[in-house]
C-alpha cells in the first residue's frame, strides 16, 4: 500500500482522506485542532458533491440529516430580488440526486471522519500540528 499524508481535517481534507483510503491508500489525516473546523461557510452541496459522496458511502447519512433545497435562486444580493430560478426537479429521472441540500460543512468532515474510524485502517492524529517535513525518501 502506497502511503498518503492529508493535512486538515475539514470537510475537503476528510473527503479526501476517506477517498484514498476506499482506493487502496494507507492514510494518515492530521488536524491541528482536536475537532473538526467548526467556522461556518458554505452550505450547499450541489449534485456533484453528493454523488461524491453518496459513491464514498456517506452521502445518504448526510442527504438524511440535511434539508434538500428543491429550487435554487440567483438574487440581487442589494434589493434581494430573485432574478432567476432554476427547479432541480426538471432533472428528476437524469440523475438520483434532483436536488441540492443545505448542510454545514463540519457534517461533511465529521462524517467522513466517522466513516474513517469506522474502517479502521487511517491514522487520524487529532491536535496535532505539522512543523516541517523531511524530503528524504523513506526507508
Known sequence: MTPVCVIAAGPVGATMALSLMRAGFEVSLIERTPTPPDDPRAATLQL??????????TGPSLIEQSLKAPLFQFRDRASDVVLAEFDYGRLAGKTEFPFAIQCEQVEVACTNLAALRAEGSSEILMDTQILGFDRSPMA
Not at 454523488?51 to 464514498?56: E, F, G, P, Y
Open 48 to 57: 456533484p458533491t453528493i454523488a461524491m459522496l453518496h459513491d464514498l458511502g
